[in-house]
Structure formats: C-alpha cells, structure tokens
C-alpha cells in the first residue's frame, strides 16, 4: 500500500509511475529496436542489393546500422515521451515558443538529419553495387559516370535535406527564399565564375568523352592514369603514385594526349657499336634483332632495324617497333624483354657497345 501511494507522489506534473512507465517504454523499446533495425535493412537490402553475396550483405549492414540505429531510437523516444506530462511552466502562453517548442524542432532537426543520413548511407551501397558491376563490363565509360551520377544524387539528396530542414524546422518560407535566390542568382553566378567552369568543364568531358576513367593521359606536363572526374576537378594519378588534382576548365582548354587511346606504342632509340665491329657483324645483328621483334608475340610487322649513322665514337643501329597495346605495363615488359634479348645478340658475336670517346693524336716533328 505504501508502495502504491509512493509511486503517485508527483514531481513536475508527473508522478512517479509515470516517469517508470516512460522508462520501462524505453528500456524495452530499446530491445525492440535490434530485431527492428535488422528486418529494415533486410528490407532494404533486398531493394538495393541484388545478387547476394556475403560482402555486399556486411557491407550494407556496416552502411545503415549507425543511421537506422538513431532513427529508430528518436522515433522510440517520440512515442515515449506521450506517456507523461510536458510541465505548463515550459510551454509559452501562446504556444509560438517556449522549452517544450525547442525540443519539438530539435527533435524534427535530428530526425530529418537521420532520415538522410538513411538515404545518403543507401546512395553508397547503390554506387557500390554499380562500380562492382562496371567493373565487369569492358566499357570504361561507365567506370566515370558512376561516381559522378554518385555524386550529383547526393548534392540533390543533401540540398532537398537542407530545404526540408529549412521548411519544417526554421519556418523559413522557401516560396520567399527562392525567389531571394533568383535575384541574386546573377551576383551569385559571378562570384562563383571559376566554379562554374569548373562544372561545365566536367560535362564536356562526359559528353565530348576525350578520355575515360583508367587512361593514361598527358596534360600539361602531367602524366599518369585517370582515377576520377568529379565536379570541380579531375584527378590523375602520376607512375610516382602522386595525386596531381587538375581543374575541368583547364582540362577543356589544355591540349591533352591520350596514350591509352593509341591502338599501338612506338619505340625507338639506337644502339651504338665499336669502330672496330666487322661488316659481316653488323649484317648479322641487325637481321637477328630484326627477326626477334618481327617474332615478338607482343609486336607486329612494321619495325625496323637499320644500320643508319656513322656517330661521332659509334656505328648506330635504329631500333623501331610498335607494341600492340596501349596498356603501359605491356609496354615496358616487350620492351625489357627485347632489350634483354639484344645484349645476347650482341655478346653472341663478340661485339661491343660503344660509349662516347676521344681519340687524341699527338704528332712529333
């Protein structure tokens, strides 16, 4: 009996069976939430994510766990809080404003926040997917578009998010604060010039297509492997393994060599041979490299080897052949090969390679 007159003992318009009510909702609210949460992102996993594997499941799980985690926990506290009273000294006398207002929009704030944080969490497990898929496909198109897609769902995601939050939350009247926008669009578009450059530059190159995700270009002294093309800039990766960050604009305007359009790559230089190297040597070393890149699996029939120049402390053989790739790995493997090959033809008869030399004459009277 005591027991039951200390629970009606009331505290800020509320007694205390009350405030154990909202704390056992609460608690078991809570436990409530963990088989919640895993049927949600079942749920969604089996919209986004076809084709099930083991990765894409954890990967999805470890995308959403955090957002829908706090989303279910504010919605858990919303209903909560309707099994006890908000105290009259908290709310204002015409209700515009007051401590129980202030919570209601902080609430509205964190759950519209979670509620895109959901949404842009899912709009990586989608681009996840897809770059997966594209990387599949022999199309190195698709392997640029994604992250740009990507990324404009998110800005679209994000400014809607901030719109919504701007509506609800701050009472701000958007009809207004988009017709303020408009007016000032054209100071706005002058401030912001070189950015949107920048971002007509990136559709060019989506449209005009110069190159694609993964070729290797040289661009203003830079050259290296395209690993992204985002709004503002494009980002190329050096053979030092250094990020050179080029902006659109330039791109658009630079002139650009794109090596891995080239259907094949050329190599040429010369090698040197010693005066003193016969006739019947010369002949026989240029046939033999001759027929070793004529034989090549990774050459085709246009090089050639010719014995062309009298140097200043050399006889010069030029080397030319092509390689029938445009992947710079392939390149430099023929070519080490090749070069291996022509020190054994060398040495088989018992020639030198010259280097650079002075003979010095000294006549007596």
Same mark, same amino acid.
């Given at each position: ?36 949460? /895993? ?30 985690? #706090? ?24 209700? /515009? ?24 969490? /899912?709009?990586?497990?989608?681009? #996840?997917?897809?770059?997966?898929? %594209? ?10 578009? +994604? ?39 054209? %100071? ?6 070189? &950015? ?8 060019? +190159? ?44 330039? =791109? =658009? ?16 230089? @010369? ?26 699996? *990774? ?8 014995? *062309?120049?009298?140097?200043? &402390? ?5 080397? *030319?052949?092509?390689?029938? &790739? ?7 493997? %023929? ?14 008869? @018992? ?7 002075? &003979? ?6």
């Amino acid at each position: 009996m005591e027991t039951i007159e200390f629970l009606n003992i009331e505290f800020l318009e509320n007694s205390l069976k009350d405030y154990l009510f909202f704390l056992l909702a609460i608690i078991i609210g809570y436990f409530i939430i963990i088989p919640v949460k /895993s049927l949600i992102i079942k749920l969604l996993f089996n919209i986004f994510g076809k084709n099930q594997n083991d990765i894409d499941t954890k990967t999805f799980k470890n995308l959403l766990n955090n957002p829908l985690k #706090y989303f279910l926990l504010l919605i858990l506290l919303f209903f909560s809080v309707k099994l006890i009273n908000i105290p009259n000294f908290l709310i204002s006398d015409n209700g /515009s404003f007051g401590f129980s207002n202030l919570i209601s929009k902080g609430f509205n704030l964190l759950l519209l926040v979670t509620v895109f944080w959901v949404v842009l969490r /899912s709009i990586d497990f989608v681009g #996840y997917k897809l770059k997966n898929k %594209a990387l599949e496909t022999e199309s190195k198109v698709d392997d640029q578009l +994604i992250p740009f897609a990507i990324d404009i769902a998110k800005v679209i995601s994000i400014v809607l998010g901030l719109v919504m939050i701007l509506g609800d939350v701050f009472e701000v009247n958007i009809t207004a604060l988009v017709t303020g926008l408009g007016i000032g669009g054209v %100071a706005f578009a002058l401030a912001s010039k070189e &950015s949107l450059e920048n971002l007509l530059g990136s559709f060019t +190159i989506f449209f005009d297509k110069p190159f694609t995700v993964g070729d290797i270009v040289t661009l203003g002294g830079v050259t290296g492997v395209v690993e992204k093309v985002g709004f503002r800039s494009t980002r190329i990766r050096t053979f030092d393994k250094s990020i050179v960050t080029v902006p659109n604009k330039n =791109i =658009i305007s630079t002139e650009l060599d794109n090596l891995g359009a080239r259907p094949v790559r050329r190599v040429k230089f @010369n090698i040197g041979l010693t005066y003193d190297t016969s006739v019947e040597n010369i002949k026989n070393i240029v046939n033999d490299i001759q027929t070793l890149i004529d034989d090549h699996p *990774l050459t085709n029939q246009d090089g050639r080897v010719r014995f *062309l120049n009298f140097g200043a &402390s050399s006889l010069d053989i030029m080397v *030319l052949y092509y390689v029938n &790739s445009p992947d710079w790995e392939d390149l430099i493997d %023929a070519q080490q090969k090749i070069n291996y090959d022509i020190i054994d033809i060398v040495n088989k008869y @018992n020639c030198e390679f010259a280097f650079p030399s002075t &003979s010095v004459y000294i006549e007596k009277n």
